[in-house]
């Protein structure tokens, strides 16, 4: 497998160098003085941001990547932004300013979106990679005896405290109707979320410093909103 690093430093550049390359290959947006819309400039930066994210959402079980991309990716693109859009008002270049402000607007969307839901992301992305696997690791396990579903450890986040995250094999499909947060047999734990990645098969989110093996110990924390 590729290094975090490696692969951090790779995508982070592509955010920048993808702007880049939008802007310098609309040369009249840069040389011409004729006021003109470069629709390129946010497209290639969404693009960029939203690929960037995803696959940094896939490698990054604890954050840690997507704090480098907080901490590198956005002040770059921001400040570019922002150099742009001043240079174009000095200039007196409306529609240049608002495609400054429209990328500026559209990367910051695009990575608060897709943080907020980092964790619904990465597991879709990742059983829709990896899912045989998953699914040969849950299926191997002997039946419960106590009536509890089958279900595997599938993330341990959290820097200073537990947060768990279980796959789940629920061949009745009683988790479809279940809310979030809530309960449901089956699951020892009350949940926080629960996710359908395909028939039979849920990604459960519990609170956090609680596990499937010690619920109702007093430790559980609310997660934040």
Known sequence: MVPT?????????LIFVSGLVAIFSDTQFLKSEKDRFAWR?????????????LVLV???P???????????????????CLAVLVAAAIRKRPRRCLSALLTLVAFLSVSWGVIRNQGTFRAYFRWLVWSRTFKAEV???PAPANGKLKHILWEETGWME???????????????????????????CRFRLVHRLESHWYAVWFYINEDWDSCGSGSAVPYPH
């Open 41 to 53: 400039v946010p497209l290639a930066v969404v693009m960029g941001s939203a690929f960037v994210l």
């Open 5 to 13: 690093f490696a692969i951090t430093v790779g995508l982070v550049a």
């Open 162 to 188: 537990f947060d768990g995250v279980y796959l789940v094999f629920d061949p009745a499909d009683s988790l479809s109707a279940a809310r979030s947060p809530g309960e449901s047999k089956g699951i020892p």
């Open 58 to 60: 896939v490698y990054s």
């Open 62 to 80: 604890n954050g840690g990547l997507l704090f480098l991309y907080v901490l590198l990716a956005v002040p770059i693109v921001f400040l570019t």
């Open 139 to 141: 299926l191997a396990q």
